[in-house]
């Protein structure tokens, strides 16, 4: 993916951290002062995030930034 956003002029960094999935990417985006959050969602579990995903909710409940959320769809 990364070679695409080259390939498009679009500045784009790779980061692998570990820990609580919502927690690690806020602190990231924090920490890298991110000027967008883009994630996918499958919107599969619970009743308050069936539309966006346990994950994506917890990330759009605390969010200090834009979201960009691309729903998977079934293949």
Known sequence: VQA???EMDIVSKIIV???PVV???LDVAQ???ADLI???SHGRTGLA???YGSKAAGVL???DRPLLLVRVGKE
């Open 23 to 25: 927690g690690s990417i």
């Open 38 to 40: 883009a994630m996918a």
């Open 61 to 63: 409940q605390q969010i």
């Open 17 to 19: 951290v570990h820990g």
């Open 49 to 51: 995030s069936v539309f």
């Open 4 to 6: 695409d956003f080259i």
């Open 31 to 33: 920490k890298e002062n």
